[in-house]
């Protein structure tokens, strides 16, 4: 199968013509982006990384670290002369075709960031189309449970329902839903639960003068109700 998968939204459209070289940049870092040989696999952020120097060359602004300099931001709402006053920062951002990128790994896997992506991007008032990167295959471990989300088959499952009843309609040109990577973690349930655990240890000494006292009636209940 050809890497990557991808899908242009609506489906009686025909992809735009920045769609073929943006697909082949994420292609060139198939080793990279779709390689298992790490068990936590990649972040997001370092997805975007390995991606950044053939988006910058097709034209991107791309985030650049997570300092306030490196951000990449497009106006929602202007205000007093002229100024933004509300602002959504994305992942790139192509001023000239207005595209907006958003890369997403475990988190749009497990946590819906779809959902988040498509009303945080339909309120961006130049984002013409929205590109959005899923991973193929989301794999996790929490403690003895295992289990694997196809984020990108959830997601093109949500858009299909989407375009098809015309309910909700998206503000865009078109949606490039891209499968790019695949995933796995391990969750720390078992390191949360020692530590869970070793906190709640503490409080029968920490509070073993005033329980004694109180045991003892040495101390007389006032305010709230004796626990």
Not at 34 to 48: F, K, M, N, P
Not at 62 to 83: A, I, Q, S, T
Not at 95 to 123: C, K, M, P, Q, W
């Amino acid at each position: 199968m050809a890497y990557p998968s991808w899908r242009y939204f609506p489906s009686n459209s025909a992809p735009p013509e920045w769609v073929s070289p943006l697909i082949g940049v994420l292609g060139s870092a198939e080793s990279t982006i779709s390689t298992e040989a790490t068990r936590t696999g990649l972040s997001s952020d370092q997805v975007l990384a390995v991606l950044a120097p053939g988006l910058i060359e097709l034209g991107f602004q791309v985030e650049d670290g997570k300092g306030r300099l490196g951000k990449v931001r497009r106006p929602v709402l202007f205000g007093e002369n002229g100024l933004p006053t509300i602002t959504y920062e994305v992942d790139a951002a192509h001023a000239e075709h207005g595209i907006v990128v958003e890369i997403e790994a475990g988190r749009g896997a497990r946590g819906n960031a779809e959902y988040r992506d498509l009303v945080r991007t339909s309120l961006i008032l130049d984002a013409n189309f929205l590109v959005l990167a899923q991973p193929l295959a989301y794999r996790f471990k929490s403690g003895a449970r295992e289990g694997t989300e196809y984020a990108y088959l959830n997601t093109v499952n949500l858009l299909e329902a989407i375009y098809a009843s015309q309910r909700l309609r998206l503000p865009f040109e078109g949606l490039l839903l891209v499968g790019s990577q695949n995933r796995s973690t391990v969750q720390p349930a078992a390191r949360n639960c020692a530590v869970v655990s070793a906190s709640r240890a503490t409080f029968r000494p920490n509070f073993s003068a005033q329980y004694d006292a109180l045991d003892r009636a040495m101390v007389r209940c006032s305010g709230q109700a004796c626990q």
